[in-house]
T-cell receptor, first 116, second 110 residues
Framework: GAVVSQHPSWVICKSGTSVKIECRSL??????MFWYRQFPKQSLMLMATSNEGSKATYEQGVEKDKFLINHASLTLSTLTVTSAHPEDSSFYICSARDWADQETQYFGPGTRLLVL | RKEVEQDPGPFNVPEGATVAFNCTYSNSASQSFFWYRQDCRKEPKLLMS???SGNEDGRFTAQLNRASQYISLLIRDSKLSDSATYLCVVNGGYGQNFVFGPGTRLSVLP
């Protein structure tokens, strides 16, 4: 099946710093990528939908100025958590949708963020 | 009402048991349906798609009832390796977003 990678797999940072997470589709072109966040013992919550070459669409309650999304190419989307705080500590997962198969999403392995 | 609801769980069953998970969805226009499993600290992985005619993959059987907006997953002869959280996922249609249920945790005990 299609492969999606994320980098880094985990990161620890100080409060107030910014963290960038990369999501790449390795063997297909992803016109759309999705960013999810998952807190312990909770389900995945969609944060935003990232479309190549255009602005991301954020879900209600997600601050677009805090979670910057860039989808500059068909294989790469980045999420930057700006001025991270301890409450931003979470498991961030991206997924990508192959332009040729709009019904399937392929998930990256996730990035675990811990803000001290 | 949440868009996708699942049995609250957790389910603790002995090896070899048969276990069934239920899921309901509120959007009657939903087009496609999936079961994902998620292991602790890992990303969700597709277990199987769910079709109106019902489908089976080894020990796993999924069924869909569009009239009742209900999806089920049956696991027969449970293995220890089946222990995970099972997520019911509904897609609103072509190009639409996935909506995840809260998940049901399964623990298969020796």
């Amino acid at each position: 099946g299609a492969v999606v990678s994320q980098h880094p797999s985990w990161v620890i940072c100080k409060s107030g710093t910014s963290v960038k997470i990369e999501c790449r589709s390795l063997d297909f072109q992803a016109t759309t990528m999705f960013w999810y966040r998952q807190f312990p013992k909770q389900s995945l919550m969609l944060m935003a939908t990232s479309n190549e070459g255009s602005k991301a669409t954020y879900e209600q309650g997600v601050e677009k100025d805090k979670f910057l999304i860039n989808h500059a190419s068909l294989t790469l989307s980045t999420l930057t958590v700006t001025s991270a705080h301890p409450e931003d500590s979470s498991f961030y997962i991206c997924s990508a949708r192959d332009w040729a198969d709009q019904e399937t999403q392929y998930f990256g392995p996730g990035t675990r963020l811990l803000v001290l | 009402r949440k868009e996708v609801e699942q049995d609250p769980g957790p389910f603790n069953v002995p090896e070899g048991a048969t276990v069934a998970f239920n899921c309901t969805y509120s959007n009657s226009a939903s087009q496609s349906f999936f079961w994902y499993r998620q292991d602790c600290r890992k990303e969700p992985k597709l277990l199987m798609s769910v079709y109106s005619s019902g489908n089976e993959d080894g020990r796993f059987t999924a069924q869909l009832n569009r009239a009742s907006q209900y999806i089920s997953l049956l696991i027969r002869d449970s293995k220890l390796s089946d222990s995970a959280t099972y997520l019911c996922v509904v897609n609103g249609g072509y190009g639409q977003n996935f909506v995840f249920g809260p998940g049901t945790r399964l623990s298969v005990l020796p």
